[in-house]
């Protein structure tokens, strides 16, 4: 078995405006920082537009068509934009996911990393926002659970910011565990404790400004862990944001490579306990570009090993 890369050229065709931190660069670097790796390259396809219709509703689907602007930006919220390019970019992005999944249900790969821009967990049912369009671990988790018929499937989200789409798009999915460890206070604003889903399957888990690595390792080993072995999923997805790294200028934990790769070898090794490896991440945040690329190496390093 091996792991699965899916990208896609048109995700370096969202453009964002000059000095906005989601920007091309950062996944020409990812991507470059991946290329020495052996993986099973796939190219990432067009979402089908009822899988998105799985997740946003038509209407939202529109909305975003009749804003994307024939040149220049179309500006969404203070933070989101379209480009002419912004939707392919997107649902391919969303297709990557689907794909994933595909690939993993079926034993084709071991396990699969997305790598592909804009990000999804800030997007909600019908709203837009944290540079996000679609939800893509939402729709992965709906695509496991609706097509390929799992009972159970868990997200597990690590970026420094609050994954409130994520959130929004399974809060009454009893099939679904949402997982979500956060800097808190910060931006979205989202992440309390007490927001624990129509079900109790959702777990958020904030994290003190200063945060560090052992601090996190401490963190998941006491709470998040068991949490993952109660649920008992068949299916592990991961919202990889690295803007936990110390480096990221956008947040204030203190996180280092190291500890993204202990975090996801942990998360391969509960995959193989309980899912029979079955793993699926997909790109989130992560703005310093140097502590991005190193990250997202390390981690997909970790998949590679763990699908042998």
């Not at 992005?93 to 396990?111: F, H, I």
Request: aromatic share 6%; glycine share 8%.
């Amino acid at each position: 078995m091996t792991t699965a890369l899916l990208t896609h050229s048109d995700a370096l065709g969202h453009v964002t405006p000059p000095g906005h931190p989601e920007r091309v660069a950062r996944l020409e670097h990812v991507l470059h920082a991946l290329e020495p790796l052996d993986l099973m390259r796939v190219t990432a396809p067009m979402a089908a537009e009822d899988d998105l219709l799985r997740i946003h509703p038509r209407s939202y689907i529109d909305m975003l068509r009749d804003a994307l602007p024939e040149e220049g930006f179309a500006q969404l919220d203070p933070d989101t934009f379209l480009s002419p390019g912004s939707l392919d970019a997107a649902w391919r992005g969303a297709g990557a996911a689907v794909r994933a999944v595909d690939l993993v249900a079926s034993g084709e790969a071991g396990n699969a990393f997305c790598a592909m821009r804009p990000p999804g967990h800030h997007a909600e049912t019908e709203t837009p926002m944290g540079f996000c369009l679609f939800g893509n671990a939402a729709l992965a988790a709906r695509h496991a659970l609706d097509h390929h018929g799992m009972g159970r499937v868990a997200v597990v989200d690590f970026d420094v910011h609050h994954g409130n789409g994520t959130q929004d798009l399974l809060w009454d999915e009893r099939r679904a565990l949402f997982v979500s460890s956060h800097q808190m206070p910060l931006w979205p604003g989202t992440g309390a404790r007490d927001e624990t889903g129509a079900y109790d399957n959702v777990m958020n888990v904030p994290l003190a400004p200063g945060t560090d690595g052992g601090r996190m390792r401490a963190v998941y080993q006491e709470e998040v862990f068991p949490r993952l072995r109660a649920f008992a999923p068949e299916l592990i997805l991961v919202s990889a944001g690295f803007d936990a790294h110390a480096d990221d200028p956008l947040a204030n934990l203190e996180w280092e490579e190291e500890d993204f790769a202990w975090l996801t070898r942990e998360l391969c090794a509960l995959a193989d306990e309980l899912c029979g490896g079955r793993l699926v991440s997909v790109l989130e945040g992560g703005y310093d570009l140097a502590a991005l690329a190193a990250s997202a190496r390390a981690h997909v390093t970790e998949l590679k090993e763990a699908a042998g």
